[in-house]
């Protein structure tokens, strides 16, 4: 029985690389309960995906069959079942995209939205298709830049509720590389980060983003021979690395309408960083955005 | 005893951050014997050097007390004892710099060689000094900019015998995290590098840097949809990266004598990348100048 007052209309699933997140959703579309793990799809064999959906969904589920609509790395090809790539130009999702996945639970029936792709330059994602779907079921009528920062940070456009092209930055990750496995993780400790030192940094990547490659060991350098403070080196090389994917997504923000989809942290450091170039972008946050987007699937699954 | 025909009248040392490398040195300047181990820098504890050092030398040694000179990170603060770093302008090496390290074994007397700082921009090198070094006592008259490419590219300018200013890159560093730790991993794989692909994305990446950092997934992205081949996606990463280095560092380059010294597949590397930018580098070996530094400090050890 439910440990729920009643069972979930529907659960909703983020399941990447690293994390579940799962949400179970009432009849109006409200979140009754949540629930997370590092059960990411780079940790599971394809038969371990449901004993890992089961370990957070199970309290909630009731004698009837519950959908779970899940996005993200889980329908890759390492994944439970692999949902494949929708080309672009198109809707970020569709109903017709869904893959079942073969669950042996008969209290869930489990469907996982594809990613998209574009074939030149080549790109791929999977799971901010999501989040872009969501944004557009709040935002019907955006026409504008959708900019997604993170572990693999996506800019997509969008006209007329298609995204017609988009591309990926690995910003997330070489700041996770550098600043935790590389010589410069001697010089940043601590969380904290110094705006001064990450506006300066990218100001500087912005306009000579060649020299963004040379900056990074400086970082170390000044706090050998000068002490450079952690929270300064963390803000240095923050602003190089966002100021280096912005140097060279220029054609996707410049005198566009942006809007940003991610956590409030990195959403504030990028909306800093394009408010210094002149554009006033929007912020949605990600956790809502996907589950706007996944509710835009329901009445595809829906007898 | 020696288990040499007779002890080398000195030993050479390259202490770096992950490896030792001895070289046991006879009276006319010839290699005798040599020695290498992992016990790098990184992992030693002060106390820990000798004991590192004499489990590679102590077979060499006689009866007598035999030099030992080292450079590299043996002399930064966390390493046996701290070489005081020389600021440029100024000879790569001067025996002045030299710095005892304490050891108890008396069979030994072991000089570290300084590293070399600059305060603006701020930068520092630890052993590469040394190779500038010989790469000047084997080339006196050499007016110029050398290139040590590696894990920390250094690029200086030598005039008149002085480093006159250097600049680095984390080129090498770069390299390996995103080859073995990012995502692009499950696209590299194996050890083989296609050339033609290396030119492309050097080429690209010097033509529009700032488009560098948006390139980099696009080799995840094609693995995925097209099936980039590894030794494909192995080259393009690695001329994405030397293509960005060398894109910060066209003012060391352009119009300008570059020797390079290094390992011989990554000078081939960079030779290629510098010759279709109409520079006909020149390579040196670096164990060879490595050595012919570090002989140029033994007069200013003996009595």
Not at 56 to 78: I, K, S
Not at 219 to 231: K, Q
Not at 282 to 297: D, F, H, I, K, M
Request: aromatic content about 6%; overall charge negative; proline content about 9%.
């Amino acid at each position: 029985m439910s440990i729920l007052p009643s069972p979930p209309r529907w659960i909703a699933a983020d399941w990447g690389t690293s994390n579940l997140r799962v949400r179970a959703v009432g009849p109006g579309g409200q979140v009754l309960a949540e629930a997370e793990s590092e059960e990411g799809m780079g940790s599971l064999a394809p038969e371990a995906f449901e004993p890992a959906l089961l370990r957070l969904v199970g309290p909630w589920l009731g004698p009837g069959v519950t959908p779970v609509l899940a996005a993200g790395m889980v329908g890759a090809r390492q994944g439970w079942v692999e949902a494949p790539y929708r080309a672009v130009p198109c809707a970020p999702l569709a109903a017709g995209g869904l893959v079942r996945a073969p669950a042996r639970d008969p209290r869930i029936a489990v469907f996982i939205a594809p990613g998209l792709s574009q074939a030149k330059p080549a790109d791929v994602m999977r799971g901010e298709e999501t989040q872009i779907a969501g944004a557009l079921a709040l935002h019907p009528d955006f026409d504008g830049v959708f900019c997604l920062p993170g572990t693999h940070s996506k800019w997509a456009r969008v006209s007329a509720g298609e995204v017609v092209g988009f591309q990926t930055y690995m910003t997330g990750e070489l700041f996770a590389l550098l600043s935790r496995q590389s010589v410069l993780r001697h010089s940043l400790g601590g969380e904290e980060t110094d705006e001064a030192a990450f506006d300066e940094a990218l100001s500087d990547a912005l306009s000579r983003p060649e020299r963004g490659a040379a900056k990074l060991f400086s970082i170390r350098a000044e706090s050998l021979l000068t002490g450079l403070a952690p929270a300064a080196a963390r803000g240095r090389l923050s602003g190089l690395l966002i100021g280096m994917e912005l140097a060279g997504a220029r054609p996707w923000w410049l005198g566009q309408r942006v809007m940003l989809i991610g956590s409030p942290g990195l959403c504030a450091a990028y909306a800093r960083a394009l408010a210094a170039q002149g554009n006033p972008a929007e912020t949605l946050p990600a956790a809502a955005c996907s589950l706007a987007g996944l509710a835009t699937l329901l009445p595809g699954i829906e007898p």
